[in-house]
């Protein structure tokens, strides 16, 4: 029997006790906390964005666009942090949608330039009240959410400081 093995008789703090020192327990795991806390929290947008006919991927790029409009693809993909191949058929559904143009920039034919629409714009009245919602359905408070977010951001910039391409077996190479 090994040392996470629970031991027969045990009550059940001895037990949590031995779940919680479990480096592989699913409880224990952040990536699990994460993805679930992720599902759930984009599940409470689904029905507030339905009757804007927006999908949570979409409120993302209206939310970008209507930070600073025109902005370039690439622009737009790097604010977001997605690739061209998972951004594009979510700009072509919101321009088919009447929300945003796109159209070959003037400054550098290369460069496909996203711009909001009058229709796209107006939609930004209607989405003020989304966030209310939300924080509403969660039932925390703004500055709850506000650390959450932060803390969030933290967790964001520490994965993009890790180097890609780095197994856990090989260790980085040395510039020596």
């Not at 993805?35 to 929290?41: D, I, Q, S």
């Not at 009245?125 to 932060?150: C, H, T």
Request: glycine share 6%; proline share 7%; with cysteine.
């Amino acid at each position: 029997m090994d040392a996470n093995t629970p031991v027969a008789g045990a009550s059940t703090t001895d037990a949590a006790a031995v779940a919680s020192d479990d480096l592989l327990a699913l409880e224990n795991q952040v990536c699990f906390a994460l993805a679930v806390a992720a599902r759930g929290v984009i599940g409470v947008y689904r029905p507030i964005l339905e009757p804007l006919g927006l999908t949570h991927p979409q409120y993302l790029v209206m939310l970008a666009l209507w930070g600073r409009s025109p902005r370039t693809v690439r622009d737009l993909g790097e604010a977001l942090q997605l690739e061209p191949a998972t951004l594009s058929p979510l700009l072509k559904r919101l321009e088919a949608q009447g929300y945003l143009t796109r159209a070959r920039s003037a400054r550098d034919e290369r460069a496909l330039d996203v711009a909001l629409t009058d229709a796209g714009r107006a939609l930004r009245e209607q989405a003020l009240k989304i966030p209310p919602q939300v924080v509403d359905r969660l039932g925390m408070s703004l500055d709850e959410l506000a650390l959450l977010r932060d803390r969030l951001g933290e967790v964001i910039a520490a994965v993009q400081r890790v180097p890609t391409g780095v197994s856990a077996e090989s260790p980085p190479v040395s510039a020596a």
